[in-house]
């Protein structure tokens, strides 16, 4: 079982960046798939998540700035995010877990987790 996160980097406030989170060894088709992220000194928050029946979840702190979505054909989920700011700055990972109800489960509920990648972004 894998999932390898990429696509992080060093991006100017304002900027933009595509994560991706490709999955192997497991029916990614029966598992909905979490974003979470970390900075340093902080606890691991969540930061959006996809079901499989493709609804998608965000965090307050995110929304109307990311955009999860799904490719299962490539078992691959992205996570488009725009407008960046200095307090998206993190280690972005992202977690496969069984299906879910109304809400993105907490990160226990995960199976599965990347290694992560890291998104730093400048003021």
């Known amino acids: 079982v894998q999932l390898v996160e990429s696509g992080g980097g060093l991006v100017q406030a304002g900027g933009s960046l595509r994560l991706s989170c490709s999955a192997s060894?497991?029916?990614?088709?029966?598992?909905?798939i979490g974003w979470f992220r970390q900075a340093p000194g902080k606890e691991r928050e969540g930061v959006s998540c996809?079901?499989?029946?493709?609804?998608?979840f965000y965090a307050d702190s995110v929304k109307g700035r990311f955009t999860i979505s799904s490719d299962n054909a490539k078992n691959t989920v992205y996570l488009q995010m725009n407008s960046l700011k200095p307090e998206d700055t993190a280690v972005y990972y992202c977690?496969?877990?069984?299906?879910?109800?109304?809400?993105?489960?907490?990160?226990?509920?995960?199976?599965?987790w990347g290694q992560g990648t890291q998104v730093t972004v400048s003021s």
């Open positions: 996809i079901n499989l029946d493709r609804r998608t």
């Open positions: 060894g497991f029916a990614f088709d029966d598992y909905a």
């Open positions: 977690a496969a877990s069984e299906p879910f109800g109304n809400q993105c489960p907490a990160a226990s509920y995960y199976d599965y």
